[in-house]
T-cell receptor, first 119, second 112 residues
Framework: GAVVSQHPSRVICKSGTSVKIECRSL??????MFWYRQFPKQSLMLMAT?????????EQGVEKDKFLINHASLTLSTLTVTSAHPEDSSFYIC???????????????FGPGTRLTVT | GQQVMQIPQYQHVQEGEDFTTYCNSS?????IQWYKQRPGGHPVFLIQ?????EVKKQKRLTFQFGEAKKNSSLHITATQTTDVGTYFC????????????FGAGTILRVKS
């Protein structure tokens, strides 16, 4: 299998502060990781694609200065929500894609998610 | 951009009844994937379909990929309470940078 961990699982912070969320692939090297945001009873909205050693690619409408993504190693990507506001409260989920081997596979393995509440 | 529509939004069935969720893409897909998210949990990969007209089975679950590679379905036979959750399809189109585009999901509730 493929295991992706995410830390913290829950975080409550005050408006104006910054929060860092870590996403780790535990048993494989992930050249590509993805960050999603999910509102209650809604689908996953892709925020950005993170490639190891290069700048993240952000989806339209996602502020790159607000949601800082760093993919410093093949097993770790971080999302920092800067100057958080109550409207940033959401469920943030990362996922990782295994490197291609024989036969292309694009399946993604999701972390358990981080519930962010900004007060 | 690429869009993936999924219906129904919500389905409540009696245990033992069948269940089907459908996905439709505005563009031809390279592949389609299905994920299940239990209440309070995260999406878990179920299966990937690549070939036109492909049908795959996992016990009581049957997955189909349309001939035109624009639509897909997931059918559960004789639902059980353990099937409860949200089922998402996700389409991948290489022209869109190999990104998965998720459908809105179908919430399945099973009455015992």
């Amino acid at each position: 299998g493929a295991v992706v961990s995410q830390h913290p699982s829950r975080v409550i912070c005050k408006s104006g502060t910054s929060v860092k969320i870590e996403c780790r692939s535990l048993d494989f090297q992930a050249t590509t990781m993805f960050w999603y945001r999910q509102f209650p009873k809604q689908s996953l909205m892709l925020m950005a694609t993170s490639n190891e050693g290069s700048k993240a690619t952000y989806e339209q409408g996602v502020e790159k200065d607000k949601f800082l993504i760093n993919h410093a190693s093949l097993t770790l990507s971080t999302l920092t929500v800067t100057s958080a506001h109550p409207e940033d409260s959401s469920f943030y989920i990362c996922s990782a894609r295994k490197p291609f081997s024989s036969g292309l596979s694009y399946e993604q393995y999701f972390g358990p998610g981080t519930r962010l509440t900004v007060t | 951009g690429q869009q993936v529509m999924q219906i129904p939004q919500y389905q409540h069935v009696q245990e033992g009844e069948d269940f089907t969720t459908y996905c439709n893409s505005s563009t031809t897909l390279s592949n389609i994937q299905w994920y299940k998210q239990r209440p309070g949990g995260h999406p878990v990969f179920l299966i990937q379909l690549v070939k036109s007209g492909e049908v795959k089975k996992q016990k009581r679950l049957t997955f189909q990929f349309g001939e035109a590679k624009k639509n897909s379905s997931l059918h559960i036979t004789a639902t059980q309470t353990t099937d409860v959750g949200t089922y998402f399809c996700a389409g991948l189109q290489r022209l869109y940078g190999n990104k998965l585009v998720f459908g809105a999901g179908t919430i399945l509730r099973v009455k015992s």
